[in-house]
T-cell receptor, first 112, second 109 residues
Framework: DGGITQSPKYLFRKEGQNVTLSCEQN?????MYWYRQDPGQGLRLIYY???????QKGDIAEGYSVSREKKESFPLTVTSAQKNPTAFYLC???????????FGPGTRLLVL | GIQVEQSPPDLILQEGANSTLRCNFS?????LQWFHQNPWGQLINLFY???GTKQNGRLSATTVATERYSLLYISSSQTTDSGVYFC???????????FGKGTRLSVIA
């Protein structure tokens, strides 16, 4: 089945630790996105990528980093510089930027 | 900055009732999408509708771009329609989507 997978479903981070969230798609989509959702809020864009080896900052990129070495994969690293990382993280993809976006099931990150 | 406002913020319906959700936006759009987020967090794309009207089963959507609003209609609501409905818009060129804060719908049997 074609789709978007995210792992892990739940992730716990200790103070000062970097953690990486996985996002994989087999839809052959060029564009991929990372969003953050806080309780009772809409989604805010962290980073997006229109093509392999290229990515752009979104509205809240500070404290996060990404890579796009393969078309299928767009991992997000939450660094120790992100002081309030507890949130629900959603990955999405689209055929191209500006087209219909499809979402993965999300990763819930909690700080210990 | 870019503003996307959704109303109402919360809505409680009896099963079988109809509802209309509204999305207002502050600038011309070339991309508007409606999503449903279920209670487990999964977002499903409902419509890609920068203008005009579309229907899919009990759901339909209308966007009047010149008046900067979009409406999502849910007819004969079911308990499985519960969740949060988000409107997201993209403005000139291929700018990233900006999401509203959503309408939380609860359908009671």
């Amino acid at each position: 089945d074609g789709g978007i997978t995210q792992s892990p479903k739940y992730l716990f981070r200790k103070e000062g630790q970097n953690v990486t969230l996985s996002c994989e798609q087999n839809l052959n989509h060029d564009a991929m996105y990372w969003y953050r959702q806080d309780p009772g809020q809409g989604l805010r864009l962290i980073y997006y990528s229109q093509i392999v080896n290229d990515f752009q900052k979104g509205d809240i990129a500070e404290g996060y980093s990404v890579s796009r070495e393969k078309k299928e994969s767009f991992p997000l690293t939450v660094t120790s510089a992100q002081k309030n990382p507890t949130a629900f993280y959603l990955c999405a993809s689209s055929i191209a930027r500006g087209e219909t976006q499809y979402f993965g099931p999300g990763t819930r990150l909690l700080v210990l | 900055g870019i503003q996307v406002e959704q109303s109402p913020p919360d809505l409680i319906l009896q099963e079988g009732a109809n509802s209309t959700l509204r999305c207002n936006f502050s600038d011309s759009v070339n991309n508007l999408q409606w999503f449903h987020q279920n209670p487990w967090g999964q977002l499903i794309n409902l419509f890609y509708i920068p203008s005009g009207t579309k229907q899919n089963g009990r759901l339909s959507a209308t966007t009047v771009a010149t008046e900067r609003y979009s409406l999502l209609y849910i007819s004969s609501s079911q308990t499985t329609d519960s969740g949060v409905y988000f409107c997201a818009v993209g403005f000139s060129g291929n700018t990233p989507l900006v999401f509203g804060k959503g309408t939380r719908l609860s359908v009671i049997a």
